[in-house]
């Protein structure tokens, strides 16, 4: 049984599934989720109210990231990072970070 049909959606339904269960509306990603509003930041074409829910992280960053995290705790949702392309120090460092400040996430066995 399928749910949904690419990546993007998938990522994007996580992190709506986040908000819903945090009661927050921040997201910091790292790397491509998609062509969806809601992951783009300040790019042309996305309005102003999603813009400011989705923040860059630094790519492969650890201190920055960790910073980052601690500063948005109280409204953040998630931390989506891509870990096919940061290392696995950044990778761990978010999910434990945002796990640590509340936000939804899980770690990813990346052996």
């Not at 601690?70 to 990072?81: D, G, P, Q, S, T």
């Not at 990778?91 to 640590?100: E, P, Y």
Request: hydrophobic share 50%; aromatic share 6%; proline share 3%.
């Amino acid at each position: 049984m399928r749910f949904l049909k690419t990546g993007a959606e998938a990522v994007a339904a996580a992190v709506r599934l986040a908000r819903v269960a945090t009661g927050r509306e921040q997201v910091l990603g790292c790397g491509y989720h998609g062509w969806l509003d809601w992951c783009q930041g300040a790019t042309e074409g996305v309005p102003a109210g999603v813009r400011e829910l989705f923040a860059e992280l630094p790519f492969n960053d650890v201190a920055a990231g960790r910073e980052m995290i601690r500063e948005r705790a109280a409204r953040l949702a998630a931390v989506v990072v891509e870990p096919l392309i940061v290392s696995r120090t950044h990778a761990r460092m978010a999910a434990d970070a945002a796990r640590r400040d509340g936000a939804g996430g899980r770690r990813v066995d990346l052996r």
